[in-house]
């Protein structure tokens, strides 16, 4: 069983990789979503105003409906499958909401702050009633090679290790979606390195599927970007990269396969902590992308930019992402 589900989901992330790739730009240009950039971003940037965005409603589709398939002719549903499925169908929504209030709105913001995490504190909340339905779930302790039964997990651990879990990998994936290609290839090495470590069977041939249906859209989201992936597409991804994690028992190595997510969270919060005890930034801009991407401020910051082209920037941070990636493999290898 655990095999046919693998040898499905490789079947179906072949299929969905050029239906991403060809749909997710048709899409966003068929609804007339334009990106909008906010005023105080990269000057640089300003030049993607307009681009077509909400292009990760396709991949985000290709994944629930791949799912389907998945269930219908492989190893069927099970508790974490769906746990997975609703955790993905949670950050999208409230991505989507997000979307549509800016669109609406003509405004780069949608909800403010306290109002997106809010909804998404909400939604972990409603993950957090299916979890009794994970049975005899273990989760992977990184490198030891133990396991830790959910159920040993008194309910005051447990709630807000999902809550937060989720609030934190939905916002990581989102602060990461700022430059071409950059959310959507470090959230595809991320799938994979959670596939890597013990996720067999159904949910395993659920995260190829995801790694195919990313790495179609990275074909249009890659620098010039064609599409852009909306608030929509980056937290979609985050709730499907978090269900993956936790459902698969290796949420413990999320941090770890997701380190770029967390490196850029960081750097939001050390910049406004620095700017509200100091009155100087920390960073030229953040997130972190922003920082080593090339352009000028006029503002002072401790740190000093290496003022990268937007490519190089990408890629070498991919090259992180991959490494973190192989660093959440080896921190699960002696749990397998």
Same mark, same amino acid.
């Given at each position: 069983?655990?095999?046919?589900?693998?040898?499905?989901?490789?079947?179906?992330?072949?299929?969905?990789?050029?239906?991403?790739?060809?749909?997710?730009?048709?899409?966003?240009?068929?609804?007339?979503?334009?990106?909008?950039?906010?005023?105080?971003?990269?000057?640089?940037?300003?030049?993607?105003?307009?681009?077509?965005?909400?292009?990760?409603?396709?991949?985000?589709?290709?994944?629930?409906?791949?799912?389907?398939?998945?269930?219908?002719?492989?190893?069927?549903?099970?508790?974490?499958?769906?746990?997975?499925?609703?955790?993905?169908?949670?950050?999208?929504?409230?991505?989507?909401?997000?979307?549509?209030?800016?669109?609406?709105?003509?405004?780069?913001?949608?909800?403010?702050?306290?109002?997106?995490?809010?909804?998404?504190?909400?939604?972990?909340?409603?993950?957090?009633?299916?979890?009794?339905?994970?049975?005899?779930?273990?989760?992977?302790?990184?490198?030891?090679?133990?396991?830790?039964?959910?159920?040993?997990?008194?309910?005051?651990?447990?709630?807000?290790?999902?809550?937060?879990? =989720? +609030? @934190?990998? $939905?916002?990581?994936?989102?602060?990461?979606?700022? #430059?071409? *290609? &950059? !959310?959507? /290839?470090?959230? %595809?090495?991320?799938?994979?390195?959670?596939?890597?470590?013990?996720?067999?069977?159904?949910?395993?041939?659920?995260?190829?599927?995801?790694?195919?249906?990313?790495?179609?859209?990275?074909?249009?989201?890659?620098?010039?970007?064609?599409? =852009? +992936? @909306?608030? $929509?597409?980056?937290?979609?991804?985050?709730?499907? #990269?978090? *269900? &993956? !994690?936790? /459902?698969?028992? %290796?949420?413990?190595?999320?941090?770890?396969?997701?380190?770029?997510?967390?490196?850029?969270?960081?750097?939001?919060?050390?910049?406004?902590?620095?700017?509200?005890?100091?009155?100087?930034?920390?960073?030229?801009?953040?997130?972190?992308?922003?920082?080593?991407?090339?352009?000028?401020?006029?503002?002072?910051?401790?740190?000093?930019?290496?003022?990268?082209?937007?490519?190089?920037?990408?890629?070498?941070?991919?090259?992180?992402?991959?490494?973190?990636?192989?660093?959440?493999?080896?921190?699960?290898?002696?749990?397998?």
């Amino acid at each position: 069983m655990a095999v046919e589900g693998l040898t499905l989901g490789l079947a179906l992330a072949l299929a969905a990789l050029p239906l991403a790739a060809w749909g997710s730009p048709r899409f966003a240009r068929r609804i007339r979503a334009g990106q909008r950039i906010r005023p105080e971003g990269p000057s640089e940037h300003r030049g993607k105003a307009g681009t077509p965005t909400m292009g990760g409603v396709v991949p985000l589709g290709l994944i629930l409906a791949g799912t389907g398939l998945l269930w219908a002719f492989g190893p069927g549903p099970s508790a974490g499958g769906g746990f997975v499925l609703l955790s993905t169908a949670l950050g999208g929504l409230i991505g989507l909401l997000d979307d549509l209030r800016s669109q609406r709105g003509g405004s780069a913001v949608g909800f403010v702050p306290h109002q997106t995490l809010l909804s998404q504190a909400f939604g972990g909340a409603v993950l957090c009633l299916l979890v009794p339905t994970l049975g005899e779930l273990e989760l992977v302790v990184p490198f030891s090679g133990g396991r830790l039964p959910l159920a040993a997990l008194p309910v005051w651990a447990w709630v807000p290790l999902v809550v937060v879990g =989720f +609030m @934190g990998t $939905v916002n990581g994936v989102n602060l990461a979606d700022g #430059l071409d *290609g &950059l !959310a959507a /290839g470090t959230w %595809t090495l991320a799938v994979l390195g959670l596939v890597s470590v013990g996720s067999v069977g159904e949910l395993g041939g659920i995260g190829l599927l995801a790694v195919g249906a990313g790495a179609g859209f990275l074909w249009s989201n890659a620098f010039p970007a064609r599409v =852009f +992936m @909306g608030n $929509v597409g980056s937290m979609g991804c985050g709730g499907f #990269l978090f *269900g &993956l !994690a936790f /459902g698969s028992g %290796t949420v413990f190595l999320l941090p770890l396969v997701g380190g770029v997510f967390v490196v850029t969270a960081l750097s939001v919060i050390l910049q406004v902590a620095s700017y509200k005890l100091t009155g100087v930034r920390l960073l030229k801009m953040a997130p972190f992308h922003h920082h080593l991407d090339a352009g000028g401020v006029p503002w002072p910051h401790r740190i000093r930019s290496p003022n990268w082209p937007e490519p190089k920037v990408v890629v070498r941070l991919w090259i992180l992402g991959a490494a973190f990636s192989l660093l959440g493999a080896l921190a699960g290898l002696g749990s397998l």
